[in-house]
């Protein structure tokens, strides 16, 4: 029968000896005793070759795979101290076992790395292993600026440079806390990625990003923020920017489409309210019937315009004969709505537009078009959009969009999850730019 208490080890490897394994009463825990065996003739000062002698004893323990589960293991070395005979200069003993940087062994972080690949997030690995979630932080941060190197290098030696970026902004905490994202488009990879959305925090990418680098950037697809439109202008004069088409239908359903249908349905149901309310006391009741039927069909209309959010944003080519059908009978009831429906779809061609001077021509009637009718929140649209219009038309040069950099953002966003949130904001932009490596993209490993 084997019995825990009387086994012995006897071994020597990489200047150290196994003496023996001791286990705690409670069987949780397992400690490895190792001593060094290195003689002071084969080791030399680091500072001036000279011989030393040893000074003083020390205890470094580091953690190890567990022997069974539910068990810690510890790897207890009792190491050197030396001083040097000639410059005096005093330096520890090496442990080769020691993974750079944490207190575990090599075998440990190689456990730790097979973990990351299985997708655990770093509070899960903690639990399991016992290891300090900061110490398993480490290991990942290591693989990531390790892929990320190989990554810059392979693209480095292949002559490549990025052609087509996308710039973009996602939340990374509660409270408007954002941070701006640059991708290249044609790979795939996050060239950087900044804490903040302002003029200042994207001037950080042209700071950063070594303006050789971008030398051969021909476009950047972004949204309509002011300064990503300024600092791309002012450090890539050469690249044509192209606004995004999900954020210029986005906003014009959300401040154009939105806001008039709620103000004719609003219209609809003062009217209900009005033909209510002006009802005299000694009205008879066919009257009152007829007056309470003109109530109800205003509110009914109100009812109808306040459901017809989606048909509106959706294509025309897209919605159903009966959903057409009845989106087109409403809107020959309300004229401004129909209108601001008509330049949304007008919007829609615009875009499939492939010729630039067709493209420019397009856009040019379309804000004059909005100005003169005399709709408040289409006009107002207007005003504020016509300033972007070589933007708009560039797309029939460059069919480009933000849509792959947004679709990443659900990446982050899961990875964000995964790690209950990251209080080290250059960790995570780090595992951002790392989730975007082509070889992780297609493998799906960890985070």
Sequence with gaps: ???????????????????????????????????????????????????????????VKLKDIPLWKGTEHICNFFIHRYKCNCCQETFTEEIPFKYPGTRIT?????????????????????????????????????????????????????????????????AIHKGHSYATCVMDLEQ??????????????????????????????????MDMNASYNKLVTKHLPKAQIVYDRFHMQSQFGR????????????????KAKEILADIPDDTDKETLKSLKQRAKAEKQEYSQLKKLRWSLLTNGEKLSESKNEHLQSILQDHHDLAVCYAMKEEICRLYELKDYQQSLDGWSKWFDAAK?????????????????LL???????FPISTGKLEGFNNKIKVAKRIGYGYRDDDFFFTLIRYLSIPSFRSSHKFP
């Design 391 to 397: 933007g708009l038309a560039a797309h029939a040069i």
């Design 106 to 170: 090599y075998r440990a972080a190689n456990w730790i790395k097979g973990f990351l690949q299985q997708k655990l997030s770093i509070k899960a690995i903690q639990e399991l292993t016992g290891i300090h979630w900061d110490t398993i932080r480490k290991v990942q941060r290591e693989i990531m600026d390790e892929a990320i190197w190989k990554r810059e290098n392979e693209l480095k030696k292949e002559g490549y440079k990025p052609r087509i970026l996308a710039v973009d902004e996602f």
């Design 372 to 388: 003169e009718s005399s709709i408040p929140a289409l006009v107002k649209f207007a005003q504020q959009k016509e300033k972007r």
């Design 188 to 221: 795939g990879d996050i060239l950087w990625v900044g804490k903040g959305r302002a003029m200042k925090d994207f001037e950080k990418f042209f700071e950063d990003i070594p303006s050789d680098s971008l030398s051969a950037v021909i476009a950047v697809a």
């Design 1 to 59: 029968m084997l019995y825990l208490d009387d086994i012995k080890v006897e071994f020597e490897s990489q200047g150290f000896r196994g003496t023996h394994l001791g286990i705690s009463p409670e069987k949780d825990k397992t400690v490895l005793f190792l001593e060094s065996v290195r003689t002071t003739k084969s080791v030399r000062c680091p500072a001036c070759g000279e011989t030393v002698y040893i000074y003083e004893n020390g205890q």
């Design 255 to 270: 401040d154009v489409l939105g806001v008039v249908r709620l103000d004719e349905a609003r219209k609809h149901k003062a």
